[in-house]
């Protein structure tokens, strides 16, 4: 069964210093994997994906992460945070059938002190 | 761009009550999905869909029911609103595995 792992439920860090959201999967398959993120009171967008091509995966707003197999770890990052990174982020593993079904991890917040 | 849009930001009901929650999407997305989300507990799947008339219940299908009549509307029901069922529900489209949500409806049950 596949299933994700958020570390932290809350991460704090200063403007302009890097960021590091940490994920954990379990998966039987070679995973597809998400990260989201959800500005307070607005839906989730998407930030970046992992379907099994590169392993370093670039996504929107300076935002990368890197799938290590060996791990089992997708974590985010980021050089230099802004003030406009505060909020919530989602790892997401793809349950592996035919539904197209996702799973969430519980989320880690993320707070950015001037 | 992909639009998905829900009926109410804010929603307040009465215990008892019958409550509908509407999501459309104008890009011909076979799936649509219903979640909610609750504080420490990331998303739950409770229904979803993978074509007209046809539903599947996900994680915590008690104590709710979906119908999809059209392929862009895909509507929540609950059928006799609990104070439990307080929480903000998200509704979901996609072709295969990338999701895109709607901004969500935050249903507060009295």
């Known amino acids: 069964a596949q299933s994700v792992t958020q570390l932290d439920s809350h991460v704090s860090v200063s403007e302009g210093t890097p960021v590091l959201l940490r994920c954990n999967y379990s998966?039987?398959?070679?995973?597809?994997l998400f990260w989201y993120v959800q500005h307070p009171n607005k839906g989730l967008q998407l930030l970046l994906k992992?379907?099994?091509?590169?392993?370093l995966v670039k996504g929107i707003n300076g935002f990368e992460a890197e799938f290590k197999k060996s791990e089992t770890s997708f974590h985010l990052t980021k050089p230099s945070a802004h003030m406009s990174d505060a909020a919530e982020y989602f790892c997401?593993?793809?349950?592996?059938?035919?539904?197209?079904?996702?799973?969430f991890g519980s989320g880690t917040r993320l707070l950015v002190r001037p | 761009d992909v639009k998905v849009t829900q009926s109410s930001r804010y929603l307040v009901k009465r215990t008892g009550e019958k409550v509908f929650l509407e999501c459309v999407q104008d890009?011909?997305?076979?799936?649509m999905f219903w979640y909610r989300q609750d504080p420490g507990l990331g998303l739950r799947l409770i229904y979803f869909?993978?074509?007209?008339?046809?539903?599947e219940k996900g994680d915590i299908p008690e104590g709710y029911s979906v119908s999809r009549e059209k392929k862009e509307r895909f509507s929540l029901i609950l059928e006799s609103a609990s104070t439990n069922q307080t929480s903000m529900y998200l509704c979901?489209?996609?072709?295969?595995?990338?999701?895109?949500f709607g901004p969500g409806t935050r249903l507060t049950v009295t």
């Open positions: 979901a489209t996609s072709r295969r595995y990338e999701q895109y």
């Open positions: 998966s039987s398959y070679s995973p597809s």
């Open positions: 992992y379907t099994s091509a590169a392993t």
């Open positions: 997401v593993v793809v349950w592996m059938d035919s539904s197209y079904k996702l799973i």
């Open positions: 890009m011909d997305h076979e799936n």
């Open positions: 869909s993978y074509d007209v008339k046809m539903k």
